[in-house]
């Protein structure tokens, strides 16, 4: 084990952009523990293949809405050693699309709990180890927000967009508070990605009409996402800070 070696926490990597970004991840040196909160089987299955990369990897279960959940997931990596760099948060969800008047609020209160206090609790836990101020060597955050952030996503699910509106704003605002203590916040917000979330919008995002009106004709792959992510993460993009970094092919 390197005396060392780095670690990046993916919120969600057992599946989609989070495991093409672990791999990714992964490819560039990172040691990598990945997050799920049910899929066990992606997530051990992905972590031999980090494995047979030559990196190290860890799978960590845990609901990044429950803080004692998360608390305890940062306590576990913190005992396998070496530094924690780079936190991704990318668990996220959404739910079937409906005008307002038929949502009930449940569902505002889960999006909301998984994808932004999920966000906030992860930011927290990884600033007081990397916080330069409190001894940690600095790092990089990047929050998974959406493109939705900025459309609203009008008549399918203004509630998740809403959830990513709140994270584009926490990750300007962390990005400013925490930039002096050595840790870079940046957001990344995808367009439409070719991933499983979409069963759960019941949205055929396969439809010929959805890749039509996209600039670019088509739909994005996870590791079109992934490469941004790991852009962000790296020190290559070291005067890089508070940015929104569309990746929506156009739109
Ligand atoms: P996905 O394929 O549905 O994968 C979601 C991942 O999040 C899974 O690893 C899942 O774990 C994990 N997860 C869900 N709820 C969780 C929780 N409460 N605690 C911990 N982990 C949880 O999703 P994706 O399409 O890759 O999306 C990843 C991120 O990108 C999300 O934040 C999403 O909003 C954003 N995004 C996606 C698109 C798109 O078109 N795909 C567009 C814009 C933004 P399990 O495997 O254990 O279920």
């Given at each position: 084990?390197?005396?060392?070696?780095?670690?990046?926490?993916?919120?969600?990597?057992?599946?989609g952009i989070g495991?093409?970004?672990?791999?990714?991840?992964?490819?560039?040196?990172?040691d990598v523990a990945i997050n799920y909160v049910q899929d066990s089987a992606a997530a051990e299955a992905l972590a031999a293949r980090l494995h047979g990369l030559g990196r190290r990897a860890l799978t960590l279960q845990a609901d990044v809405a429950d803080e004692a959940q998360v608390v305890k997931m940062f306590e576990r990596l913190d005992a396998e050693g070496g530094r924690l760099r780079g936190l991704v948060n990318n668990a996220g969800i959404v739910a079937p699309a409906a005008r307002l008047e038929a949502m009930a609020p449940e569902r505002w209160r889960r999006l909301f709990d998984v994808n932004v206090i999920g966000t906030l609790l992860c930011c927290q836990q990884a600033a007081r180890r990397m916080s330069t101020a409190r001894g940690?060597?600095?790092?990089?955050?990047?929050?998974?927000?959406?493109?939705?952030?900025?459309?609203?996503s009008g008549g399918t699910y203004v509630d998740y967009a809403a959830t990513k509106g709140a994270v584009d704003t926490l990750t300007k605002?962390?990005?400013?508070?925490?930039?002096?203590?050595?840790i870079r916040v940046n957001g990344v917000?995808?367009?439409?990605i070719e991933t499983e979330i979409h069963a759960a919008s019941r949205i055929d995002v396969r439809a010929a009409d959805i890749a039509a009106s996209i600039p670019i004709q088509r739909l994005g792959r996870a590791e079109e996402v992934a490469e941004a992510i790991a852009w962000l993460l790296s020190d290559?993009?070291?005067?890089?800070?508070?940015?929104?970094?569309?990746?929506?092919?156009?739109?």
């Amino acid at each position: 084990m390197p005396a060392m070696s780095a670690w990046v926490l993916i919120t969600g990597g057992s599946r989609g952009i989070g495991a093409a970004t672990a791999l990714r991840c992964a490819e560039a040196g990172w040691d990598v523990a990945i997050n799920y909160v049910q899929d066990s089987a992606a997530a051990e299955a992905l972590a031999a293949r980090l494995h047979g990369l030559g990196r190290r990897a860890l799978t960590l279960q845990a609901d990044v809405a429950d803080e004692a959940q998360v608390v305890k997931m940062f306590e576990r990596l913190d005992a396998e050693g070496g530094r924690l760099r780079g936190l991704v948060n990318n668990a996220g969800i959404v739910a079937p699309a409906a005008r307002l008047e038929a949502m009930a609020p449940e569902r505002w209160r889960r999006l909301f709990d998984v994808n932004v206090i999920g966000t906030l609790l992860c930011c927290q836990q990884a600033a007081r180890r990397m916080s330069t101020a409190r001894g940690g060597a600095g790092g990089a955050i990047v929050n998974l927000s959406s493109r939705a952030a900025e459309f609203g996503s009008g008549g399918t699910y203004v509630d998740y967009a809403a959830t990513k509106g709140a994270v584009d704003t926490l990750t300007k605002g962390l990005a400013r508070e925490l930039i002096g203590e050595g840790i870079r916040v940046n957001g990344v917000r995808p367009g439409i990605i070719e991933t499983e979330i979409h069963a759960a919008s019941r949205i055929d995002v396969r439809a010929a009409d959805i890749a039509a009106s996209i600039p670019i004709q088509r739909l994005g792959r996870a590791e079109e996402v992934a490469e941004a992510i790991a852009w962000l993460l790296s020190d290559a993009a070291s005067y890089t800070v508070g940015a929104l970094l569309d990746v929506g092919g156009g739109r």
